[in-house]
Structures are given as structure tokens and as C-alpha cells.
């Protein structure tokens, strides 16, 4: 946030509880203050220019508070001070870019891809919620103490519930895209042109339209191409295309965000932290086929390189991939399904009436940690004990080579690959490669099997490129691994793929609906699949027959994360509450009753089982991050990792096997 500045005496004291304290100078300095809530957390407040119909402009504040994205401050509140609207706002510490530039110069090397990756991280997710920040510009980034934020998330759609209130200030139109200096209102391609032209700042120290005045600057938006030559290697060639006049030209931020990383290195390395997986018995698998071939188009090589991967990690990019999707997402119908574009409704049960009820299954005692585990490679120390029921099982280093290690019988970590997601079956039997540098050598996307036991090692072919599989999860009796089948061109996941590890055999299937990369398809206790979705008004999840059809919808249980939502017994799952307020709720497989609700810290991330009575949850903590674990009453029960640093590594817990 701007340096803040003395308090104005003639000014407001308080704003409906939360305290003045100072001033905001930097952008709006008139109309930013610093406060305090009840609590004594620091808040930003901005007064609006009255004009604004108070219904109206509640209903316009409200929805923005449920959007929680990193590396977005985010919006707390608003509300009416005599006759002008005021909108509360998280306080982020540190220089705006355009101080940081002023004062030390511009970014290069890893500071640059730092800020380019983290800010278009905290874009992707406001978009992904259906909302568009409208005031991407070096005043709105705050070099916080984290990484790069956002701020002024919500101000431009707060502004704009105000009669006669101008949308942005004037004077500063060399960060908006052409459509919007010929009136059109903000937009998510919109959004991905000022990001870039802020981003272009930040390399040259000056806008990449700059003309020495507004009518120049104005001209030169629309009619010159932009002034790139302090724009270091490739990210040189993505700003060129968001900086496109036409904002059908300019690529979706989700495209550029994978586009930023590799498209698919830190997508595929930080799944391994979503698949907690389970065993129980399931049912026989069903016969699979070859995989079927789509279009594609030619490889792509990681963008900016390892390096740039760390710094995607630093920065917070694998947060982003892995964040609970949000409330305002678009399910999107296949085409071949829905011809018309519309999606056909699935079909659905009447939600059950949410009450808390104790969990039917004998409590089960939680022993203390008695044994320390150093993970090699990293400064992450594990908490184990003997009886423990589920254990690291593997872990991915997050920086070059990407080594992956697995754990054997005897409690040891071996190597068993680099730059691969390793994921073993539930039975041991076998260990699934999912490689991070896609289409090497061949015009498919391939998952190597192994045999620890015997040896034996090979590959199968899943999908076609441009089309990736992602999210590697195995049926509980270890019979069937299921994929994702991720479109990286339009940041979707469009169907899944089922491989038979006996039969080396693979079926893709496209699924009836398409939705974000952030839901993937897991296997249910009993061998159905299933799927989270949001259709911009229900966040719940599907469960798919192996046509791809939904054959059942449970539209009210909120947004499961990752592929590890059910109980060790599959009687139970977890999701984040429907309310959007960062809980956990629990619910009954075969009713869909809610059984717990459990409060966690801010930002939390389920990341898995341990038994029937408590989960695992990622927790941030200091600089890294925490996974512990918590009971369904919310009593924090121990501590299973410490991650000092908070994204060095990646790890997968699984069920203990002897």
C-alpha cells in the first residue's frame, strides 16, 4: 500500500466500527484512509463521490466480498457514510510498482518474472470468480512483504454504482485498452492489456505507449504498436499479443498465466499436493480402449525456463493453480453434447436440509508424533508415529530437477524420476509417472507405469496434443487410474482419460460439461467419477457414468479441492462450505446431508483424510506453511509437516501400507 500520511483533522474519525488512523497517500490520497477494524487489523477505506443509490450500490459491493484470490487484496466491506459510499478494502504493506520503479529502478531477471507471474496469478483468479478488476495500472501492484498484490480490487465496480462518477481518474489512459478509452466498460481482456502494459513499465521504467501527452498517449494506444525493447526474451512476445488492439486478439489470463510457467511444469508438479489418497474395496473396473486422437498443434518448450518455474513457486503461481475455485464460474456444455451452446441441466436432487450431526464412526485415537522425518532436498521436517494411518507417501522438489522421490515399504525415500509426478496405487502394485514436459519425441501426451516389485516399466498414450492429462488419481483397489484431460489453450478441463495399467490401454472420454483447471475428475469410494462444477449461481459437484454423462448432481455442498475429498470408508467427503467463508464442510456420500462444519485459519486448503474423523489441512504459517491435522469439531489435534519455505516442495499423502 502508498505510505500512509497524517490523519485529516477535518476528516472522518470512524467508519461504522472501523477506526481512522492515517491517511493513504499514492494514488487517491483524498479519498483513502487507513483504519483499524474491532479487532485491531489494518483496513483500507475509500469515500466514494455521493451520487450513489444505496440499494444499488450494496447489491454492486456484496458480491466482491466473496471473491478471495491470491495475490488480490481483498474486499471487506462498504457501505454508506452520510451521503456518499465508502468501500473497505485489505491493507497490504510496501511501495506501489510505481514507487518501487521511482525510487530503485526497474525490474530485472527474477524480480520481473516474479511480478509478471504473481500479478497475472491474482488476475487469472479474479477472472475465474466472474468478476474484472477495470484498474490494472504500476498504482494499483503493491510490492508487498509476500510478493506482488493487487490492490483497488472492486473499486472500479464500486465507482461505477455511482451516478455521474468518473470510471478512472483522468490523465492516465496509457494502461487502458483501446476499447475501453471509446467508452466500453472493464473487462477481462481488458484486464490482460493493462497488465501488460504494467508489466512492460516495470522492464523500461516507462508505459509502453507513452506519448508525453494525453492525446499523444491516447493516439498511440490506438493506432501505434506498443514499445517493447526493455522487455526481456519471450515475455516480450506474450506482452506484444496482450497488448492486441482487438481484445479478441488478446489471450485469456488463465492462457497466459500457463503460458507464463511452462503451460504444463508447475500445473502437473503442484497437483501432487491435492491427491490424498485412500483405500477400500471398489468394483471390478470396465473394459478400456486405446485413447482416442484429437487436433492438435506443434510442442511448446517452457517459455522462460526453470528458473522462472522457481520463481512461479516463490510467487505464489502454484497457489493460484491450486486455490478452491470460487462462485461466479461458468460451466461450460461440450459442443458435440449441446449444439446450442447452452448447457443442458443436469440432473439433479433436492438439497437435504444442512444440519450438523455427529459422525456415525467410533472416534479414533490420534497418537503423538514420536518420529522426525527429513525430507532430502528440502528443510521440511515430517511428524510421524508408527500407528499413523496415512503417510507421506511421495514429494516433488519445486525447483530444477524437479526430482521425485516415492517412499518404500520400509519407510525410506528413493529417487524415481525427475521433472515427474510420481503417484502409486493404493495396493503398492504400481506407480504412476506423469511427465511435466509434455509431447517429448511424440505427437501424444503419454503416463509411464511401473512395477516396483517386478521392474517393469512402460508408457501409454492418453491424448493427442495440444490436449494434456493432468491430476493423475487411482481407483481405490489400484485396478484404473484416472486423468484429467486439461485443453491449455482455453485453461479448461474438457473430459478425462482412463487407463488399465494390465492392459496397457487408455479411453478417452469428453465429458458432458467443461469447467475450470481447477476441477479436476476423481474416482468416487465406489468407482463412479466425479467432478466439482459451478454454474455461476450452484458450486457443487457431478457424478459422471464412464460416457462422460452427469448422472447425478449435488448442487448445494459447495467446491471440493483437489482429488481428495472422501473419508478412508468413502461414507463421508469434504468440501469448502457453500457460504464462501473458508470453512470446511462435511458431508454424507449417499444423502448428501451435511454432517460437520469445521473453522479453519484464512486461506486454509484441505488436503486430504486421516481417518474417518479428521482431515489434513495446509495451513499458512510464518513464512511457509503447516499441514496438520484437525478433528470435525475443529480441535487442532497435531502438527504432520513443517514447510518452512512454502512452496520448496510438493507432497502427496496416502494411506500407510505395511
Not at 494502461?175 to 512492460?200: I, K, M, N, S
Not at 470396465?286 to 484429437?294: D, I, L
Not at 525415500?413 to 521433472?419: E, P, W
Request: one cysteine or more.
Amino acid at each position: 500500500m502508498p505510505h500512509a500520511v497524517p490523519p485529516n483533522p477535518a476528516g472522518p474519525h470512524e467508519f461504522a466500527g472501523y477506526r481512522i488512523t492515517g491517511g493513504a497517500g499514492g494514488a487517491r490520497p483524498q479519498e483513502a484512509y487507513l483504519a483499524e477494524d474491532p479487532s485491531g487489523k489494518r483496513v483500507v477505506v475509500r469515500l466514494l463521490p455521493p451520487g450513489a443509490d444505496p440499494e444499488r450500490f450494496l447489491r454492486t459491493v456484496e458480491p466482491l466480498r466473496g471473491v478471495s484470490a491470491f495475490g488480490v487484496a481483498q474486499v471487506l466491506g462498504g457501505g454508506m457514510y452520510g451521503d456518499r459510499p465508502y468501500i473497505v478494502s485489505e491493507h497490504v504493506e510496501g511501495p506501489t510498482l510505481a514507487e518501487a520503479v521511482a525510487a530503485d529502478g526497474t525490474l530485472r531477471g527474477a524480480a520481473l518474472d516474479r511480478l509478471a507471474i504473481g500479478t497475472m496469478a491474482a488476475l487469472a483468479a479474479v477472472h475465474r470468480a466472474g468478476a474484472v478488476h477495470g484498474d490494472i495500472r504500476p498504482e494499483t501492484v503493491v510490492l508487498g512483504p509476500g510478493g506482488p498484490v493487487v490492490v483497488d480490487f472492486g473499486f472500479v465496480s464500486a465507482l461505477a454504482a455511482v451516478e455521474g462518477a468518473p470510471t478512472r481518474p483522468v490523465g492516465l489512459p496509457a494502461y487502458q485498452a483501446p476499447e475501453q478509452l471509446d467508452g466500453a466498460p472493464p473487462a477481462a481482456r481488458a484486464d490482460v492489456f493493462a497488465w501488460a502494459a504494467t508489466v512492460a513499465f516495470a522492464a523500461s521504467g516507462t508505459a509502453p505507449f507513452a506519448g508525453g501527452t494525453v492525446a499523444a498517449t491516447v493516439n498511440r494506444v490506438l493506432n501505434d504498436e506498443p514499445d517493447l525493447a526493455a522487455v526481456p526474451g519471450e515475455l516480450d512476445a506474450v506482452l506484444a499479443e496482450c497488448l492486441a488492439k482487438d481484445p479478441a486478439d488478446r489471450p485469456a489470463a488463465n492462457a497466459v498465466l500457463l503460458r507464463l510457467i511452462g503451460e504444463d511444469s508447475l500445473l502437473q508438479a503442484a497437483t501432487a499436493i491435492t491427491t490424498g489418497r485412500v483405500a477400500a474395496p471398489p468394483p471390478a473396473p470396465p473394459a478400456v480402449s486405446p485413447a482416442a486422437p484429437s487436433q492438435g498443434r506443434g510442442r511448446r518448450a517452457l517459455v522462460l525456463g526453470g528458473a522462472l518455474l522457481a520463481a512461479a513457486a516463490v510467487s505464489g503461481a502454484a497457489v493460484y493453480l491450486l486455490a478452491p475455485p470460487r462462485p461466479a464460474e461458468v460451466r461450460r456444455a461440450a459442443a458435440a453434447v449441446s449444439p446450442g451452446g447452452s448447457p443442458a441441466p443436469a440432473p439433479t436432487a433436492a438439497p437435504p436440509v444442512a444440519t450438523a450431526q455427529p459422525t456415525g464412526a467410533a472416534w479414533a485415537k490420534v497418537e503423538k508424533p514420536n518420529t522426525e522425518v527429513k525430507l532430502a532436498g528440502t528443510s521440511v521436517t515430517v511428524h510421524e508415529h508408527p500407528s499413523d494411518p496415512v503417510k507421506i507417501s511421495t514429494y516433488v522438489l519445486a525447483k530444477q530437477p524437479f526430482t521425485s522421490y516415492l517412499r518404500d515399504r520400509s519407510g525410506s525415500f528413493r529417487q524415481v524420476g525427475t521433472a515427474e509426478q510420481a503417484v502409486p496405487s493404493p495396493d503398492g502394485r504400481w506407480v504412476a509417472l506423469n511427465p511435466f514436459v509434455k509431447f517429448a519425441g511424440s505427437d501424444h501426451d503419454r503416463i509411464g507405469l511401473s512395477d516396483p516389485a517386478g521392474g517393469e516399466k512402460f508408457t501409454v498414450a492418453t491424448v493427442k496434443k495440444p490436449l494434456q492429462t493432468t491430476f493423475p488419481v487411482w481407483s481405490r483397489d489400484g485396478s484404473r487410474l484416472l486423468l484429467s484431460i486439461h485443453d491449455p489453450a482455453k485453461g479448461l478441463i474438457t473430459g478425462f482419460v482412463l487407463v488399465d495399467p494390465v492392459s496397457r490401454t487408455a479411453t478417452a472420454v469428453q465429458a458432458e460439461y467443461f469447467d475450470d483447471a481447477a476441477r479436476p475428475f476423481t474416482f468416487t469410494p465406489d468407482g463412479r467419477i466425479a467432478r466439482g462444477f459451478s454454474d455461476g449461481r450452484r458450486i457443487g459437484i457431478n457424478l459422471y457414468d464412464t460416457s462422460g454423462r452427469v448422472a447425478r448432481s449435488l448442487h448445494w455442498v459447495g467446491s471440493p479441492q483437489g482429488t481428495s475429498w472422501f473419508s478412508p470408508s468413502g461414507a463421508l467427503f469434504a468440501t469448502y462450505c457453500p457460504k464462501g467463508d473458508g470453512s470446511l464442510c462435511v458431508w454424507n456420500t449417499a444423502t448428501g446431508e451435511r454432517r460437520a462444519t469445521v473453522s479453519v485459519p484464512p486461506k486454509t486448503q484441505p488436503a486430504g483424510w486421516f481417518n474417518e474423523q479428521h482431515l489434513i489441512v495446509q495451513v499458512p504459517h510464518k513464512k511457509g506453511t503447516r499441514y496438520q491435522l484437525v478433528a470435525l469439531d475443529g480441535v487442532v489435534e497435531r502438527v504432520l509437516a513443517d514447510l518452512p519455505e512454502e512452496n520448496e516442495t510438493l507432497l502427496m499423502f496416502d494411506r500407510a501400507t505395511s
